[in-house]
């Protein structure tokens, strides 16, 4: 186990394992999110309040979750490398910014456009939606320190330190919702064991949850890739891998 | 089927959402294949040029 994980934080390795799990995923996403979309569309019956606009959700509510799963990941990996000083894992938390900060926009695009039927506003200074704001700005904050910097060293330390130190918003967008009083609706599903929707309107949403998880690891293994060429331009199993290819073309 | 479509009086409000899902998804990922081609075109072309040099020069004088 720990051999392997060894070998994965290995540049060579990791570039090729990252190619070869790519397609999977992808096609898992795809299958998924029709399915998912099926469920949500089609299956589930309309909210009783919401009526049909309540479909949203379907893509409001996994966009929301990845935006604050992928800084997780970006966090966490940005400490590994901080940590041990895994240049790979530096190059995980790179890779990990610009899906996040999609992620973001797209909660927050979705939400305005749910916000409008439902609240009768594109938008409100509302605990929930002001932090969520504050969550794109801390990936374009990180992307824009990365670019900063000419030194790939010095651009992982600084701007991982800032991707740990952002991680306290997370749990503040979480429970926003909990904590202060929100014009935002409470969660519908974290409440494990009695979620407070239909089995019918959940396991579209769920499903879509999770596709949205393996379409995110299918980004993120070409922005992985892309990473590691950036970093390894002067390596030799690079030029080694890459004028096989050329010879191959 | 216009039943559906119509989602209730909120088809622009849902059909929008899933438009520009679509539309985030598909950019997301044209993104990040665009830079890895970008990137692999490069590093073939910074094999090329050190195979055709010659591994023992080591002076940059590579593009």
Known sequence: ?249 | MTEFLHMGGYAGYVWSCYGLTLVVLLGNLWFARRELDNQVLRATRRAQVSTASGSETTSGKAS
């Open chain 1, 1 to 249: 186990m720990w051999l392997w994980f060894y070998k994965l934080a290995s540049p060579p390795y990791a570039y090729t394992v990252a190619g070869k799990l790519r397609p999977w995923l992808l096609w898992s996403a795809i299958v998924l999110m029709i399915v998912a979309a099926y469920g949500g569309l089609v299956i589930a019956p309309p909210d009783y309040q919401q009526k049909d606009a309540f479909r949203i959700i379907y893509v409001h509510v996994p966009a929301a979750t990845m935006s604050l799963s992928v800084y997780v990941v970006l966090a966490v990996a940005a400490g590994i490398g901080v940590i041990w000083r895994i240049k790979l894992a530096h190059a995980v938390a790179a890779a990990c910014a610009p899906i996040g900060a999609w992620f973001t926009v797209l909660a927050l695009a979705t939400g305005s456009i749910w916000g409008k039927p439902m609240w009768g506003t594109w938008w409100e200074w509302d605990p929930r939606l002001t932090s969520e704001l504050i969550q794109l700005f801390l990936y374009l904050g990180y992307m824009a320190l990365r670019s900063s910097f000419d030194d790939t060293q010095r651009a992982d330390r600084a701007s991982a330190i800032l991707a740990i130190v952002g991680v306290v918003n997370v749990p503040v967008v979480k429970y926003s919702v909990i904590w202060w009083n929100s014009l935002h609706q409470g969660p519908s599903i974290s409440k494990l064991g009695a979620p407070s929707i239909t089995s019918d309107m959940l396991w579209p949403l769920l499903t879509m949850m999770l596709a949205f998880m393996l379409y995110f690891a299918a980004v993120l293994c070409d922005r992985i890739r892309s990473e590691i060429l950036k970093r390894e331009r002067n390596a030799s199993w690079l030029s080694g891998v890459m004028s096989t290819r050329a010879a191959e073309a």
